[in-house]
């Protein structure tokens, strides 16, 4: 068996069966070949990590390259998620929960329910019963939920950096109602910085490190604190991400008026272009207040950096960001942390610049 499953782990044959199914929307032969490499000897937890993930990273990597459509990543999502509703209801694939009960959940506004699905099923092949609730869960909800089902930790997933303060709530709720917190998802960081920085008890980059921390000795049962969001982030005081985040309407409307004014040319959009520009601008917004939040300039510099690239994909020039940020940093002039984090992705665009130009 150990030689069967070495074959199918690394057979690029496989990789591109399912990828090509995928991508054609065709579910049925994407479970095909899900219960083919079942059938070859490759075991269930290696049929999660090492077919249907690196599938669905696939992705997302072809869709930022603009090699496919949003259009046909949400639908190869979707078959994604379908085959591995099928793979837990496949005989091979069951097992007696023994190791405990632990509750999956999205935070509050964080949509890509795919990664938290793939712990849940992982978690229940090493013997866990899990309550998986699924994309963008209230934390009031998920505390109520807590508390009427007791488990012995909560594994929550962010995926976009701009839901972190959510996850700082709901991390800090969960604490509080005596339970162990585990962060995981791409919006904590790569190095899992942002769940250090929350509070988080434990985080992990990917669903077989997270099942390996929950199979470790940790409290199953913790007293309920007074812990505040506060006691982690001090540099709130100054309510400049408070002013930002409420202000974010204003801000996005100020600054696509003033790029109209400075570009004659917008006055030619098309409904969609606008609205294009309109989202553009909003989202940088968002990863600014969010920078704010974590006092981290490297969250926001690090977004711009990736929305570059994002256009030059799309053959949009990547200098269209820099009147933005110059906008946005006219319209902050006043606050301090924000002229430092919004200086930093300006020294860095220029670079990223040179670099896309090469």
């Not at 899900?34 to 990590?49: I, K, N, Q, S, T």
């Not at 099928?86 to 069951?94: I, S, W």
């Not at 950096?305 to 002039?333: C, H, K, M, N, Y």
Request: aromatic share 6%; proline share 6%.
């Amino acid at each position: 068996m150990t030689e069967t499953r070495s074959v199918a782990a690394t057979s690029p044959e496989i990789l591109e069966r399912l990828w090509g199914a995928v991508l054609e929307g065709d579910e049925y032969a994407a479970a095909g070949t899900v219960f083919a490499a079942l059938d070859e000897g490759l075991p269930p937890e290696r049929v999660v990590l090492e077919l249907i993930a690196p599938v669905q990273r696939r992705i997302g990597t072809e869709w930022a390259a603009n090699r496919i459509t949003v259009a046909q990543e949400h639908a190869a999502t979707a078959i994604n998620e379908r085959v591995l509703a099928a793979l837990a209801h496949h005989p091979g694939c069951r097992r007696t929960p023994d190791a405990g009960r632990v509750t999956v959940a999205c935070v509050d506004g964080e949509w890509h329910a795919l990664p938290a699905r793939l712990l849940a099923e992982v978690l229940r092949l090493r013997g866990w019963q899990v309550d998986f609730l699924g994309a963008q869960v209230p934390t009031p909800h998920l505390i109520a939920h807590l508390h009427q089902h007791g488990p012995d930790a909560v594994a929550l997933s962010c995926s976009i950096p701009t839901r972190l303060p959510t996850a700082h709530a709901a991390i800090t709720a969960c604490q509080a109602a005596g339970v162990y917190v585990l962060a995981g998802g791409a919006g904590f960081g790569h190095d899992g910085r942002y769940a250090r920085l929350l509070g988080a008890d434990a985080w992990a980059p990917d669903a077989e490190s997270a099942a390996e921390c929950l199979s470790g000795d940790f409290p199953r049962v913790r007293f309920s604190s007074n812990h505040q969001p506060i006691d982690d982030l001090p540099h709130l005081v100054d309510q400049e991400f408070t002013m930002v985040s409420r202000s974010a309407a204003q801000l996005v409307e100020r600054t696509v008026a003033d790029l109209e004014h400075r570009f004659p040319a917008m006055a030619g959009y098309t409904d969609a272009q606008r609205q294009h520009t309109v989202e553009d601008i909003a989202h940088i917004v968002d990863f600014l207040a969010t920078a704010l939040y974590t006092d981290d300039d490297e969250l926001f510099t690090g977004f711009i950096v990736w929305t570059a690239g994002i256009l030059s994909a799309r053959g949009v020039p990547t200098e269209s960001l820099d009147p933005a940020l110059e906008l946005l940093a006219a319209q902050l002039r006043d606050f301090p942390r924000t002229q430092r984090i919004i200086d930093a992705a300006q020294t860095t665009l220029k670079d990223t610049h040179n670099q896309l130009r090469v």
